[in-house]
């Protein structure tokens, strides 16, 4: 099984599925037509699965990069989405994401 490193220093199992259901969620802010959103996902992840099948493990902070470069690539629209939309961190009272 490949293992995620977390930026805390756990591991935890490799999902391909967190990866979809994330560009899923950005792509759902933008106009892209959800099918073509699901495919998207399904290239994105695949690819990052074979990075991660190959080394045995992978780091979070390269998964969310490796992400962002594919979006970019494809999608800018749904790159700014994902990357201006935090996934662990929620804003204090008032605050707004940068």
């Known amino acids: ?3 995620v490193v977390k930026r805390n220093g756990s591991r935890e199992d490799f999902n391909p599925e967190k ?9 759902g802010r933008t106009d892209m037509l959800p099918g ?13 699965a074979e990075v991660a099948e190959k080394r045995g493990e992978i780091r979070s902070d390269e998964i969310r990069a490796m992400v962002l ?3 970019r690539e494809a999608r ?3 790159a700014n989405e994902f ?3 935090p996934k ?5 009272s008032g ?3 940068k």
């Open 1 to 3: 099984m490949v293992s």
């Open 19 to 27: 990866i979809k259901d994330s560009i899923r969620s950005a792509g």
């Open 36 to 48: 073509k959103v699901d495919e998207l996902a399904e290239g994105v992840a695949g690819e990052i």
């Open 69 to 71: 470069d594919r979006l």
């Open 76 to 78: 800018p629209d749904i």
């Open 83 to 85: 990357r201006t939309w």
């Open 88 to 92: 662990t961190e929620k804003p204090e």
């Open 95 to 97: 605050e707004e994401f």
